[in-house]
Every structure is written in C-alpha cells, then in structure tokens.
C-alpha cells in the first residue's frame, strides 16, 4: 500500500488536533511533520512486517486484515501503558 495522500495526512493532523489525545508541546507543523513520518515509516516496512506473520497468516489474511492485526496490538500495548 502507497503512503497515504497529502490531503489525508492533514486531515489526521486536524482530527488528531481536536482530540483529547492531541499531543501538547508541539506545534501544528511538527504534529504534521510526526504524521509524515509515521506513515513514511509505515510504507517503508510494510514488506518487513508482511515478512515477520506467520506463513499461514501471511498467505491468509487480506492486507486489510493484516492492518487491522498490528492496529489492535499496538492499541492495546498503548492502553496497558
């Protein structure tokens, strides 16, 4: 999957701005800059966590599905935090 649009990116920023997770200390450009990143991070390492399911997972599941895997783990890491 391709890095996200640009317009995308600011409209996470904007509702990540409105919530009361927003992260305090940064300035509207450096939380665009972190989204950015992140994403970028993201489309760089898709291939790398593909390769680290397990064979049966990896043939199996959608890359919808997959997403959806690493989205409930590091959401519950972050909760138990």
Same mark, same amino acid.
């Given at each position: 999957?391709?890095? +996200?649009?640009?317009? !995308?990116?600011?409209?996470?920023? *904007?509702? #990540?701005? $409105? !919530? ?6 940064? !300035?509207? *450009?450096? @939380? &665009? =800059?972190? #989204?950015?990143?992140?994403?970028? %991070?993201?489309?760089?390492? =898709?291939?790398?966590?593909?390769? *680290? @399911?397990? =064979? =049966?997972? $990896?043939? *199996? @599941?959608?890359? &919808?599905?997959?997403? $959806?895997? +690493?989205?409930?783990? #590091?959401?519950?890491? %972050?909760?138990?935090?």
């Amino acid at each position: 999957m391709a890095a +996200l649009p640009d317009q !995308t990116r600011a409209d996470m920023s *904007a509702d #990540i701005q $409105r !919530t009361p997770d927003c992260p305090g200390g940064v !300035t509207k *450009a450096e @939380l &665009r =800059a972190a #989204i950015d990143a992140a994403d970028d %991070w993201a489309d760089a390492n =898709a291939a790398a966590y593909n390769a *680290a @399911l397990p =064979a =049966a997972a $990896r043939t *199996a @599941l959608t890359a &919808r599905q997959k997403a $959806r895997v +690493l989205e409930f783990v #590091i959401r519950k890491r %972050w909760e138990a935090s």
